[in-house]
Nanobody, 125 residues
């Protein structure tokens, strides 16, 4: 299966935490970046975190989540994670895992070939 599969979404109160997971195939996972995106109704898809799974797991974050969200990887499981802390209502969105980097703009949707189906995160006030 080429398509990544993400899970772990749900509903939480403001200030709460969630951890998302994304399982990828070996073909997709090796030697490249993977990323987390989110999209709320009526808004553009936003790149929030990218992780270089090919080496030591270097990460890049959007300003909107920096200091609150952390991306990590488990190479043996071919899985990346997004730990989300101090969640706010404005974090409410469908969250997507992306893989298959096509260009160096690692927080842009156009950079990725393979996409998961999405997992919903809802944060209530």
């Amino acid at each position: 299966e080429v398509q990544p599969v993400e899970s772990g979404g749900g509903s939480v109160q403001s200030g709460g935490s969630l951890r998302l997971s994304c399982l990828a195939s070996g073909y997709v996972f090796s030697g490249n970046y993977m990323a987390w995106f989110r999209q709320a109704p009526g808004k553009e898809r936003e790149g929030i975190a990218a992780i270089y799974v090919g080496r030591g797991g270097d990460t890049t974050y959007a300003d909107s989540v920096k200091g609150r969200f952390t991306a990590t990887q488990d190479k043996a499981k071919k899985t990346i994670y997004l730990q989300m802390n101090s969640l706010k209502p404005e974090d409410t969105a469908m969250y997507y895992c992306a893989a298959g980097l096509l260009e160096p703009n690692i927080l842009r949707p156009s950079a990725y070939l393979y996409w998961g189906q999405g997992t919903q995160v809802t944060v209530s006030s």
